[in-house]
């Protein structure tokens, strides 16, 4: 595989989501309309889709899918329909439409189901239990989250096993973080794995004004000092952010998964 076409499956995995959209913009102008967007040529237009919709760009989002939906439709494509189908379920729990959500990711389970595309089929487990996680279904969200993390496990996806882990943490979390609210504790989990207060906000789907009043709560809650201080500016390194706002040190709270965390699936996403 080029190395332009792995890149965006690697930002993906690191939870780059900003750099999945700038390396497949291109696609989207109209010399790539006839080939590279054909249903099959290339399965790039759920992970774009889905970068957009972990932004925060859901109009765009619903957009782009609208049309990419009905390529794969009008060809029959099964694998490019179920993995448009899973980022149409993730953007309509984005906007709070569980049921439908919920039955979008059956479709994807559904149409993958028969092919041999075990990362996508793990893509789709992996999306839908974030989206029950971020909607406070725990219970739900470790089982989903379970078989995504079996499934990235097989295919040797370091990766995404580590982010599966630290989700289930998060979504099985119990005292001293029991009185914090399911964002809290979801903030709260990833901030120790060394993520920025951006990269936070972009897994949580939220703004990073919010991930600091998420943080500003969760110091509350679980200490007897004064609340962080946020500073505009961030010192180099992978933990700046979770120095910053506890004025030096990395918070404890919640279970914090080794360093790994950047390094690369090597299962790769096989033909369709």
Known sequence: ????????????????????????????????????SQPGWWPWADVYGNALVVLGQLDEADAFLHVHEQRAEAARHAPARGRLAYVRG????????????EAAFA???????????????????????????????RAEAERVLALAGEAFAELGAT??????????????????????????????????????????????FL?????????????????????????PTTSPGPSSDAADCTGGAAPRWGRAVGPGEGRVPSGRRPAS
């Open 1 to 36: 595989m080029k190395k332009s076409a792995r890149a965006p499956a690697l930002c993906e995995a690191r939870a780059d989501y900003e750099g999945v959209e700038q390396a497949l913009r291109p696609l989207r102008e109209p010399w790539a309309a006839e080939w590279v």
């Open 90 to 101: 993730r953007l309509l729990g984005q906007r709070g439409d569980l049921d439908a959500a």
């Open 107 to 137: 479709r994807a389970v559904d149409l993958l189901a028969p092919t041999a595309l075990r990362y996508d089929q793990a893509r789709v487990h992996f999306a839908h239990g974030r989206t029950l996680r971020r909607a406070g279904r």
């Open 159 to 204: 990766a995404y096993v580590e982010r599966c882990a630290g989700d289930q943490a998060s979504a099985t979390s119990q005292t001293p973080t029991a009185a914090l609210t399911p964002q809290e504790l979801a903030v709260a989990t990833l901030v120790p794995r060394g993520q920025t207060n951006k990269e936070v906000a972009a897994e949580l």
């Open 207 to 231: 703004s990073v004004k919010t991930v600091r009043y998420h943080l500003t709560r969760v110091y509350a809650k679980l200490t007897s000092g004064p609340a962080p201080s946020w500073s």
